[in-house]
């Protein structure tokens, strides 16, 4: 059973930028899109993006102005989202979720990491 | 950017009664990418349906998705109280995805 291991929680001034690991442990990795999906408190979900680890290809959220980089270490089975020129409005917990099908992008994001707080603050 | 619009904001049922939750599509989506989750409070969410109908792995057969185009519904029949929370869906279209707002099921 794949699980998703996200870094831990973190506060952030804004105009800075954050990063945040997602390491795959249990399963196939390399084959599946590993996609973002972000949450503000109290609100809904927000997709940011995904990378397919084998063949490092990238879909990028076009709502995020290219604030977004995605990139993966294979060998350690992680992928990681950076966030730039954070704003307070970037508060938000934030996922990573692989996909249900192995070379198939966003038909269903099947397993999610724990989730990661970050505060964007002064 | 395809907008989904789901209905109702909020559902209210008693124990065994069915729930059925609908998803509206801006413009006419793939059955292969609307997909459906429950998250309760204070979790992850949880896939239930993917390909419009499909179930994930280990959903009971109590949840149900149909539909094509624009419209899309998710079922949940003989509702419990472990029911209880939002539930969003999700599409796929030019290489963007997209959540609805959300339906937040109460149990009453």
């Known amino acids: 059973q794949v699980q998703l291991v996200q870094s831990g929680a973190g506060m952030k001034e804004p105009g800075s930028s954050v990063k945040v690991s997602c390491k795959s442990s249990?399963?196939?990795?390399?084959?599946?899109?590993i996609n973002w999906v972000r949450q503000a408190p109290g609100q809904g979900l927000e997709w940011m993006g995904g990378?397919?680890?084998?063949?490092?290809?990238?879909k990028d959220a076009q709502n995020f102005g290219g604030r977004v980089s995605i990139s993966t270490d294979e060998s350690t089975g992680t992928v990681y989202m950076e966030l730039h020129s954070l704003r307070p409005e970037d508060t938000a917990v934030y996922y990573c979720?692989?996909?249900?099908?192995?070379?198939?992008?966003?038909?269903?994001?099947?397993?999610w990491g724990q989730g990661t707080l970050v505060t964007v603050s002064s | 950017e395809v907008v989904l619009t789901q209905s109702p904001g909020t559902l209210s049922l008693s124990p065994g009664e069915t729930a059925t939750l609908s998803c509206r599509a801006s413009?006419?989506?793939?059955?292969?990418?609307l997909a459906w989750y429950q998250q309760k409070p204070g979790q992850a969410p949880r896939l239930l349906i993917y390909a419009t109908s499909k179930r994930a792995t280990g959903i009971p057969d109590r949840f149900s998705g149909s539909g094509s185009g624009t419209d899309f519904t998710l079922t949940i029949s003989r509702v419990e109280s472990g029911d209880l929370a939002v539930f969003y869906c999700?599409?796929?279209?030019?290489?963007?995805?997209?959540f609805g707002q959300g339906t937040k099921l109460e149990i009453k």
């Open positions: 979720a692989r996909d249900v099908r192995q070379f198939t992008f966003a038909s269903g994001f099947v397993q």
């Open positions: 413009q006419s989506v793939g059955s292969d990418y």
């Open positions: 990378i397919l680890p084998v063949h490092g290809i990238i």
């Open positions: 249990g399963g196939a990795f390399n084959n599946y899109f």
């Open positions: 999700q599409q796929c279209s030019s290489a963007q995805v997209t």
